[in-house]
């Protein structure tokens, strides 16, 4: 009996070291594909977006074997840490929280956050009380409202979609959200009675790929791919792709 | 990984008034349920078919549509019309995710508790209908004196499976940021990362409300039943 399971422990070692020798790293990267225009799944159920993006550059100059996967927002770092897959590029922020549970790459792009309400309204971040006020669930979004909005009526969406179409309803009377996702909705026809109100409440949100507590090896590895696109010029491609100025 | 038990202990009083909305939305939808199944589970057994026809109707699309797209529809998709948007009457109610949910929930157990009423009306034995009958009584008294009572009697043990059924289902409330037992789970795991500590905890309170709602209905039902307990 152990001499068996000794041989077949001996198999998979030597099935391993071959993997490793031949073949590229295989590595799963989980997303959202909630979150336009960083990364959502197409209508022909392409997962697209800055984020996929980016990931496909990282994977391309890392010389990994990439595959990228879904998952929901909320459930993301604990489907990370129990290895549905391996690095999370979801437009995540870094915050000292997720530091605990994850370990985070370079930023790849820096974001803020503002509120968004109707054009017709007259709402200022800096009258909260009583307002109703929407974010996505485990966003710094919804942390910055729980922390800050004091008197204020939160409420928290699975997705940033959802958080949208109440907007729209009219059942919350603002959004806080990252800038540039808000930035892509009010171009869209769903956005065109809304606009940005008052000046980014929070203006330094690193975003980051996120990895297991101790992967450094594939840390490593992303952060010199990140150093490879920013200076051959994919990364300048990509961010023009979407936005018409720089947001690393 | 590791587990740790402190974080039940610290976020238990959250979970708790999640647990007490649970609680709220399945009671309060259960008797809305109830309510609105009598006159469907009574008009859909009926033997006119054009009586018949319209509770068929409401039955088959509740049943053979998720719950889960039942409260969007409520929740998301009557809010895309304006004029619901700018109702004085509907829009107050509408508007809130705690009264959506009430709506899809009870509307959706109507449908169920209507199709058992109805299996239960039709399994009163046929005797006591005719002897109902020799005795002179009108059809509004023998629905009334023979064949409710005796249906309800019927009908509970299957009434009872489906008010624990709409406690799982409750848990969908959470999509429409309500924030009742499973949401609230979800709103602390985003902040302390640790799913198995608190779904565990999360899976516990329902597993105490089924029990509890277990016992009532066993109570209830030996309360209905008592003058069969010797006999059996």
Known sequence: ?248 | MSFDSGVIVDTFPKLLTGAVLTVQLVALSGLGGLALAFPIGIARSSRRPWVRALPWCYIFFFRGTPLLVQLFLVYYGLSQFSSIRHSELLWPYLRDPYWCALIAMSMNTAAYIAEILRGALQAVPRGEIEAAIAVGMSKTQILRRILVPRAVRIGLPAYSNEVILMLKGSALASTITLLELTGMARTIIAETYMPVEIFLAAGACYLAISFLMVRTFKLVENILNRHLRHAR
């Open chain 1, 1 to 248: 009996m152990r001499f068996k399971s000794l041989l077949i422990a001996a198999a998979f070692a030597t099935a391993g070291l071959c993997g490793q020798a031949f073949a590229a790293q295989k590595v799963r990267i989980g997303t959202e594909g909630a979150y336009p225009p960083f990364n959502q799944v197409d209508s022909k159920g392409n997962i697209t977006g800055f984020d996929v993006d980016i990931a496909k550059a990282l994977c391309a100059a890392a010389k990994l074997d990439c595959t990228i996967v879904t998952q929901d927002w909320d459930g993301i770092i604990p489907a990370l840490n129990a290895r549905k897959f391996d690095a999370i590029a979801a437009s995540m922020s870094i915050t000292e929280a997720r530091k605990k549970a994850v370990d985070f790459t370079d930023p790849y792009y820096t974001n803020k956050l503002q509120f968004v309400a109707p054009k017709t309204s007259t709402f200022s971040p800096d009258q909260l009380k009583g307002k109703v006020l929407g974010a996505q669930r485990a966003t710094i979004a919804g942390t910055w409202l729980e922390q800050h909005a004091k008197g204020a009526q939160i409420k928290l969406y699975d997705t940033q979609e959802n958080a949208y179409l109440d907007l729209a309803a009219g059942r919350l009377d603002a959004i806080l959200a990252d800038k540039f996702v808000n930035y892509a909705w009010l171009k869209s026809d769903a956005g065109k009675d809304f606009e940005f109100k008052g000046k980014p409440v929070f203006n330094n949100d690193k975003i980051a790929i996120a990895v297991r507590k101790g992967d450094t090896s594939l840390r490593e590895k992303l952060n010199a791919a990140l150093k490879v696109i920013l200076a051959d010029g994919t990364y300048k491609k990509i961010n023009e792709k979407y936005f018409p100025f720089s947001i690393y």
